[in-house]
Structure formats: C-alpha cells, structure tokens
C-alpha cells in the first residue's frame, strides 16, 4: 500500500517562491513515477510536473515551463516541487501522484497514475 503525503503549501505573494513535498510510504518510490498535478475550484485536475525515475528527463506542462522544477530524493522516498515565480493563476490545491507501470507517453494523464495524495492548498495573492 503506497501512501503519499503532501506539504509545503501555504499563502504567497505573485513572484515569490513555494516548495513542496511528498513523502510517500509503503514502498521504495526509486522505481516509480512520480507527478504533480493541481486542480483550481471549478477546473479539471491538470498535469504540473513529472519525474519517471531518477536521472530521467522531467515533464513539464507548457504553464510551468522555466518556472517549477520536480525533483526527488529516493534515499528519503520524497518527491519536491520547487515554484518560483508564481502568479495568481497557479492558485490550486496540489496532488502527489505515482506509479509504477506508467509509460512515458502518459505521464501527463492523471488517469494513468494509481496512488494519489490528499493535497496541499497553494494560494498566490496579486
């Protein structure tokens, strides 16, 4: 059973800086993908960033290009989502997803991942 936590967010001003985390447990993560999606009020959840396993080439939806980075530590199981520059429209509540059996080509479709996270509440004020 893989367990996904997430933390990290809170209440920021338009270009300032958040960090996020997702611990997960349950299972060595070194194998699985892991992403970020986010989902704002009245929107579909939207692919963020992803990380298939380590060294791997990192997705990135066009919005966040140049701006957030994923990156993991497989020694401590933890997934991170580094936003810079963040503008009013990156408001949202963020997910942690993985899963071990995702192919490259569906990394951004949120349907494709089995172990999700609660969410973390990301508030950016103009």
């Known amino acids: 059973q893989v367990v996904l936590v997430e933390s990290g967010g809170g209440l920021v001003q338009a270009g300032g800086s958040l960090s996020l985390s997702c611990a997960a447990s349950g299972r060595t993560m070194s194998r699985y993908a892991m992403a970020w999606f986010r989902q704002a009020p009245g929107k579909d959840r939207e692919f963020v960033a992803a990380t298939k396993y380590s060294g791997a080439t990192p997705a990135y939806a066009d919005s966040v290009k140049g701006r957030f980075t994923i990156s993991r530590d497989n020694a401590k199981n933890t997934v991170y989502l580094h936003m810079n520059s963040l503008k009013p429209e990156d408001t949202a509540v963020y997910y942690c997803?993985?899963?071990?059996?995702?192919?490259?080509?569906?990394?951004?479709?949120?349907?494709?991942?089995?172990?999700w996270g609660r969410g973390t509440q990301v508030t950016v004020s103009s």
């Open positions: 997803a993985a899963d071990g059996s995702i192919i490259t080509s569906s990394l951004a479709q949120a349907n494709q991942y089995d172990h």
